[in-house]
């Protein structure tokens, strides 16, 4: 069963740098057959795709978040990364991550996803 | 970006009533598009995948239909359970994404 687990602080200073990492168990990252997304989702609204990665290539971004945001994959650990530079209020949210797609251009969805973490920015 | 049109964004139905939320992407998105069901403080959980397959242990009275850029979902018979948002997804481009949602409550 693939599962994966949000961490990182909860409270973010205006202006400094979000900081999260989601580990994954039953499945590799190292394998290469699938992206891995992050999501966020402020308090009653919808839902926002931030980014991907796959091993295989350089991440790829929302062109809007472009320039503030890193996504990156420690395949010793298992484990994404997430870090979102000059925070503000707007940034507030819970953040998930997710697998998915599938590499190779197959039409696959979002499959599996974390519980989310709720990231606050406030001093 | 595609934009993603769901419609309406919110209903209020009847338990057994036929329910169906439609989705309108703004360009084609082949068969890249997928269906979401969000409970309150719960993560997406995936119910459709590429237009029709519904997912494993999801019940038989959701199911998804369309193409090119008209999307729908349907309830067959609302159930007390089915009380949530639901969400469309396409990952045919960059960025992908989401409709804004359709709250679905039972009179």
């Known amino acids: 069963q693939v599962q994966l687990q949000e961490s990182g602080p909860g409270l973010v200073e205006p202006s400094q740098t979000l900081s999260l990492t989601c580990t994954v168990s039953g499945d590799s990252i190292s394998s290469g057959r699938h992206y891995w997304s992050w999501i966020r989702q402020p308090a009653g609204k919808g839902l926002e795709w931030i980014g991907r990665i796959c091993i295989r290539e350089t991440a790829q971004y929302k062109p809007s978040l472009k320039g503030r945001v890193t996504i990156s994959a420690d395949t010793s650990k298992n484990q994404l990364s997430l870090s979102l530079t000059s925070v503000t209020a707007a940034d507030t949210a819970v953040y998930y991550c997710?697998?998915?797609?599938?590499?190779?251009?197959?039409?696959?969805?979002?499959?599996?996803w974390g519980q989310g973490t709720l990231v606050t920015v406030s001093s | 970006d595609i934009q993603m049109t769901q419609s309406p964004s919110s209903l209020s139905a009847s338990e057994g009533d036929r329910v169906t939320i439609t989705c309108r992407a703004s360009?084609?998105?082949?068969?890249?598009f997928h269906w979401y069901q969000q409970k309150p403080g719960k993560a997406p959980k995936l119910l459709i995948s590429?237009?029709?397959n519904l997912e494993s242990g999801v019940p038989s009275r959701f199911s998804g239909s369309g193409s090119g850029t008209d999307f729908s979902l349907t309830i067959s018979s609302l159930q007390p359970e089915d009380v949530a948002t639901y969400y469309c997804?396409?990952?045919?481009?960059?960025?992908?994404?989401f409709g804004q949602g359709t709250k679905v409550e039972i009179k």
């Open positions: 997804l396409q990952t045919n481009n960059i960025p992908h994404t």
């Open positions: 997710a697998r998915g797609p599938r590499y190779g251009g197959v039409p696959s969805p979002l499959d599996y």
């Open positions: 360009q084609p998105v082949s068969n890249f």
């Open positions: 590429t237009v029709s």
